[in-house]
C-alpha cells in the first residue's frame, strides 16, 4: 500500500555532512505528514524530526536541533535529513515514517501516530 525507501546513509567523520532522503509511493504523498527516527545500538528508538503535511511546521528533537534540518519535495514525493555538524553520539539506523492521517496542521512526533516505516539506513559518524 505504501513504500518507503530511506537512502544517503554512510561512514561520515565527526563534525561531517549527510543528507538522507527518503522516497515515498503507494500514497498521495502531498496528503501526510513524514518524520525521521533513529535506533542506536542498545536504545530505544526515538524521534529526530517531524514536518507537516505541507511543510509549514517542523519539530525538531532538542539533540539535533541547530544541526538538521528536514524537508520535503512533495515533486519528487521525498523527504530529506539535512545532518550537519555530526557527532558520533548520532550514530544510528535511521527511519522515515509517514503519518496515519491525512492534512494534519499539526506536527506528530509519537511513533504511534505514523503508520509506515521505511527499511532504515544506517549512519556512522566517527571520533
Known amino acids: 500500500q505504501v513504500q518507503l525507501v530511506e537512502s544517503g546513509g554512510g561512514l561520515v567523520q565527526d563534525g561531517g555532512s549527510l543528507r538522507l532522503s527518503c522516497a515515498a509511493s503507494g500514497r498521495t504523498f502531498s496528503h501526510y505528514g513524514m518524520g525521521w527516527f533513529r535506533q542506536a545500538p542498545g536504545k530505544e528508538r526515538e524521534v529526530v524530526a517531524a514536518?507537516?503535511?505541507?511543510?509549514?511546521?517542523?519539530y525538531y528533537a532538542d539533540s539535533v536541533k541547530g544541526r538538521f534540518i528536514i524537508s520535503r519535495d512533495n515533486a519528487k514525493n521525498t523527504v530529506y535529513l539535512q545532518m550537519n555538524s555530526l557527532k558520533p553520539e548520532d550514530t544510528a539506523v535511521y527511519y522515515c515514517?509517514?503519518?496515519?492521517?491525512?492534512?494534519?496542521?499539526?506536527?506528530?512526533?509519537?511513533?504511534?501516530?505514523?503508520?509506515?516505516w521505511g527499511q532504515g539506513t544506517q549512519v556512522t559518524v566517527s571520533s
Open positions: 514536518v507537516n503535511y505541507n511543510g509549514g511546521r517542523t
Open positions: 515514517a509517514v503519518r496515519a492521517v491525512s492534512y494534519d496542521y499539526g506536527v506528530y512526533i509519537k511513533e504511534t501516530d505514523f503508520g509506515s
